[in-house]
């Protein structure tokens, strides 16, 4: 009797141990699946095609990601998209890259498109070298805004050293104190939006200021994280810059945790 009543109370342990462990896996939130980012890209200037796979290929070793990419353009200056038309452009994605060059488009309603996706949707944006130029002959500073500088011109190629100057921050992670550029062009930057907080900085050869090179952005409560760096394949073959890709992409997808 003695062992009957053992082996009854050990498979009702078995079963409320059983529903224990089933319950708490059924509270698990589901994986939500790769991240949803779109590559906005094209014009002129640069090897797009050649920075896109470097970029992706990258970022999607450390993150899971579902890449679109529109690469549009070819290599002009005042393109347009008609994907902005759409007001809801950007509410499919988790995060937008902007690795663009259309320096002469000044249709301020056609901008605005872009700029509006993103607060409407509140999806974060990363900004990558030539997006800073993009835009740059408009009066209007809807764009300015979004990216969290402004600049409309740059130094020569040259390897420029690198100073931390939020070292800590997140996406910053894994970053050297002592990094150099590969050859890369240093963009000036006239003014720093109040909503901007910049990372890094790189001195002129030039004019020996220092300006902004990493950056992030409150976009009316939209996180955009900036780099003016970006201009050569070699600089895309370097796997510290792959690595601040990376890590600004985590940051402009998690926010700081």
């Not at 050569?232 to 998690?254: K, Y």
């Amino acid at each position: 009797m003695k062992i009957l009543r053992s082996i009854v109370y050990l498979l009702l342990a078995a079963f409320l141990a059983s529903s224990l462990t089933a319950a708490h896996h059924g509270n698990k939130p589901e994986s939500s699946g790769p991240v949803k980012a779109l590559i906005i890209t094209g014009g002129c200037c640069h090897n797009y095609h050649y920075q896109t796979s470097a970029m992706t290929e990258g970022i999607s070793k450390v993150v899971d990601v579902n890449w679109t990419i529109l690469h549009e353009g070819g290599t002009g200056k005042d393109h347009q998209s008609a994907f902005y038309e759409d007001p809801n452009w950007a509410k499919p994605f988790d995060v937008v890259l902007h690795n663009e060059c259309f320096a002469k488009n000044v249709d301020e309603d056609y901008i605005k498109k872009i700029t509006e996706g993103h607060k409407k949707a509140g999806v974060p944006g990363i900004v990558i070298h030539c997006a800073m130029h993009t835009y740059r002959d408009i009066e209007a500073n809807d764009w300015r805004k979004f990216l969290g500088v402004t600049s409309k011109r740059h130094d020569h190629q040259s390897n420029y050293k690198v100073k931390l100057e939020k070292p800590k921050h997140p996406a910053l992670t894994g970053m050297p104190k002592n990094w150099v550029t590969q050859m890369d062009e240093l963009y000036i930057i006239e003014k720093l939006w109040p909503s901007a907080t910049a990372l890094a900085t790189s001195v002129s050869e030039k004019d020996g200021k220092s300006y902004p090179v990493v950056w992030v952005n409150d976009f009316e409560g939209t996180r955009v994280f900036g780099t003016t760096y970006g201009h050569s394949d070699e600089t895309f073959q370097d796997p510290v810059f792959i690595n601040l890709l990376t890590q600004g992409f985590i940051w402009a997808v998690e926010g700081e945790k």
